[in-house]
């Protein structure tokens, strides 16, 4: 297995290539909204604030607008009465959900470790 190196190699900058990465996705609330849209596909605002437990309207909107600015989802204004809007994950942001999968089978594995510590 290839050891994970972040220095930088000619034509190619993967410290700069992770650390992207890790930005794009960082925060409490950015992995759960794009795994709600992926296990439920198109939600509105509405409904991800219940997918999402805990999360305030003015997070909500923040992270949505930071992941359409990121191209992980399309933001849809249906024209209903009253205006709704809805979200979806684009075909880019499906090349993150077995990233996100990889995180949470450590995630399991390093809580079941812990478990056994204490």
């Known amino acids: 297995m290839e050891k994970l190196r972040c220095e930088s190699q000619p034509g190619i900058d993967k410290q700069l290539a992770l650390k992207d990465a890790l930005e794009l996705l960082s925060g409490k609330w950015k992995v759960c909204i794009l795994t709600n849209l992926y296990h ?28 359409e600015e990121n191209l992980l989802i399309t933001r849809t204004v249906n024209k209903t009465k009253p205006v709704t809007v809805s979200y979806a994950l684009t075909h880019y942001a499906i ?3 077995p990233v ?19």
């Open 40 to 67: 439920s596909g198109t939600l509105r605002f509405k409904d991800l604030m219940e997918t999402s437990k805990g999360i305030t309207p003015k997070v909500l909107s923040k992270e949505l607008q930071q992941l």
């Open 95 to 97: 090349e993150t959900q």
């Open 100 to 118: 996100i999968k990889a995180l949470i089978e450590f995630g399991l594995k390093h809580r079941a470790e812990i478990k056994k510590i204490f």
